[in-house]
Every structure is written in C-alpha cells, then in structure tokens.
C-alpha cells in the first residue's frame, strides 16, 4: 500500500519584470537540488505564476513535512535562495517569504 502524501502549498512574491528570468533559473535547477528536495521526501513540486500580480504558488507533496525545516541547514539550499533574492521578496538570511496556503478542497 502506497504512503499517503501530504499537500503543502504556499505563496511567494516575484519581483515585477523578472518572470522569465525566474523560469529561466528554475528551467536550469541544478541535479544537486532537484535531489536534496526528493532526497528530502518532496515529490510532485509545483510552482505557478500570478502573471498579473507576481505571486508565485508553490505545491508539493511530502511525507513529512518536518523534513521542510531542515532544508535551510543545507549549504546547497542557501545558495539557492541567495541566486534567487535578487528577483523575488526574501527574508533577511534569503529564504522567499513564504506565506502557507490552507487547503479547502481537494478532489484526489
């Protein structure tokens, strides 16, 4: 019997100007990352674009979503967000402000 996976969405905020430079950073994620992040549990990682206003929604699946707190203790995490802070809204050690979304419906 497979696991279930919890869902996890949120919402982030993109500089205006910088969408396709945003595509174009994510379109080259590093195979390094993109195995930390499943190395981390994470799976079916989405990200979708407000174009009219910027706001960015994340969604992913993962088993345990503790396992989210501990991807800033990564060096390869960090730089991450410190070559994204320059086009996205960030907090002061460069991870995106990240506001989480609570599901209300979900039709599986």
Do not use: C
């Not at 996976?5 to 910088?18: D, Y």
């Not at 407000?50 to 960090?78: A, V, W």
């Amino acid at each position: 019997m497979e696991k279930e996976l919890l869902r996890v969405a949120f919402k982030m905020k993109l500089i205006k100007g910088f969408e396709a430079e945003y595509k174009k950073r994510h379109d080259e994620i590093s195979p390094e990352l993109q195995a930390l992040l499943k190395d981390s549990g994470i799976s079916e990682y989405a990200i979708f674009l407000e174009e009219e206003t910027g706001n960015l929604f994340g969604f992913l699946k993962i088993e345990h979503p503790i396992k989210l707190d501990t991807l800033p203790s990564y060096p390869l995490m960090q730089k991450w967000w410190l070559y994204m802070s320059d086009i996205m809204e960030t907090n002061p050690d460069h991870s995106p402000v990240s506001i989480p979304l609570k599901e209300v419906f979900y039709l599986p």
